[in-house]
């Protein structure tokens, strides 16, 4: 997904490092780099807020318990291969 503005970090930079920024964990893109671009980037602006809400939402609806290492492994391996399923798709 892209703006199809001219941004100093691209569109899909951003995108691929916003839920590690929402989660203010290291991320491939400076923190300040993608907070420059949330404030030019509508279309970014708006699926960081959706992302935002959707934490929220499972926080709501999840047990107080952490889930356990290896259920974390998995899902982490499944998002990664989606990132790199959805960059090679782009």
């Keep these: 997904m892209s703006c199809g503005n001219p941004h100093e ?12 920024f929402i989660d203010k964990e290291q991320c491939s893109v400076a923190e300040d780099q993608i907070r420059i671009h949330l404030d030019q980037c509508i279309s970014c602006g708006a699926e960081r807020d959706a992302l935002e809400l959707m934490k929220v939402l499972v926080a709501r609806s999840c047990c ?6 290896e259920f974390r492994l998995k899902i ?3 998002i990664a291969q989606i990132q ?7």
Excluded at 9 to 20: D, Q, R
């Design 9 to 20: 970090t691209a569109c899909t930079e951003v995108l691929e490092s916003l839920i590690y």
């Design 76 to 78: 982490t391996q499944i």
């Design 64 to 69: 107080p318990d952490p889930a356990p290492s």
């Design 84 to 90: 790199v399923e959805y960059t090679e798709g782009s």
